[in-house]
């Protein structure tokens, strides 16, 4: 990896100076592929004359102290380098600050990136390069026992969130949604099902034995599983979608269309739009937000309209 000078490995942790654009970089993002792509990045940088700084952050406390410090120091332009997990908790410990965040997508899932439009590393570099911002909303959550979180993309509760646990398992090196899709096969063993009760703004209680129940700000999660089509970053609603109990043979005629396109195609799933829900559950299941385990149910979800400046293309 380069170092502070270019030549060698990123510099960690951040250096207590003013700096207006301040990266951080998770290392084990994508398998190692974040660490990677840092020597490419720092050039393409300078091609512009744009001047960046480089944190490496190798573990959540040293990620938060490194964004603290960089707040503290005058920065006003944040970036993650790395996949949905690592832009959320830059977004968390930022919230409320007066600061821009960016997102260099290097990791296995990166939907919020892609719902963002930003596809790739140059096009990432471009937003960042260019300054153009957008609000968007972000999605926040209170547990019964006080406790809150914040994330961007997708969450929910049910097969996904056995899936998130294992993903950063065993498979944590696959490529995207595989990764994904291999962690949901795995934990669809001996999985019955999460009796679930979804009360919507203004609605009666929906009580269903599902898959999966998910609460979406971005059309896609899971690296591209396209479960929430309409959903839009910035439009003041969030998507619930809950997805039936399906048999194992079932979710193998899914899989075909999962892998290849992304496509959850299936009658037994249904889709609602709100601004805010409370789930309940039985057996306080793992919630998870953009892939990490948040809380356990139950738990109050609501949009936080346009809560996080975001560089876009």
């Known amino acids: ?47 512009r004359n744009f001047s960046v700084q480089l944190a490496e952050c190798r573990s959540p406390g040293e990620f938060r102290e490194s964004i603290r410090k960089a707040s503290a120091s005058g920065s006003k332009r944040l970036v993650a380098m790395g996949g949905d997990g690592t832009l959320q908790l830059l977004v968390r410990e930022a919230a409320g600050l007066d600061l821009t965040i960016g997102v260099i997508p290097a990791g296995g899932g990166n939907d919020v990136a892609r719902a963002l439009g930003i596809r790739n590393r140059a096009e990432a570099i471009q937003a960042i390069v260019g300054g153009k911002t957008l609000a968007v909303d972000a999605v926040g959550l209170r547990f019964q026992n ?134 309940r559950s039985t057996g306080s299941p793992w919630f998870h937000g953009d892939g990490e385990l948040l809380g356990k149910v139950p738990v109050e979800i609501e949009v936080l309209p346009r809560a996080v400046r975001m560089l876009v293309p």
């Not at 250096?15 to 301040?22: C, F, K, P, W």
């Open 146 to 279: 006080g406790e809150t979180a914040i994330y961007l993309g997708g969450g929910g509760v049910g097969l996904d969130a056995e899936a998130a646990h294992r993903a950063g398992g065993r498979f944590r090196r696959w490529p995207g949604r595989l990764r994904y899709l291999a962690a949901a096969i795995d934990a669809l063993r001996g999985y019955r099902g999460t009796d679930v009760e979804l009360e919507l703004r203004g609605l009666e209680p929906i009580r269903k034995r599902v898959l999966l129940a998910a609460a979406l700000n971005t059309p896609s999660y899971g690296g591209g599983v396209k479960l929430a089509p309409s959903a839009r970053l910035n439009d003041g609603e969030l998507d619930f979608v809950l997805v039936e109990m399906l048999s194992r043979l079932e979710v193998a005629r899914l899989l075909p269309g999962l892998i290849l396109r992304g496509e959850f195609a299936t009658s037994r799933l249904r889709r609602f739009r709100a601004s805010g829900a409370k789930l």
């Open 1 to 47: 990896m380069p170092k502070a000078d270019g030549s060698a490995g990123v510099p960690s942790p951040f250096r207590e100076e003013a700096a207006g654009t301040v990266i951080f970089v998770n290392p084990g993002a994508g398998g190692g592929r974040a660490a990677r792509e840092v020597v490419r990045m720092r050039a393409e940088f300078a091609s």
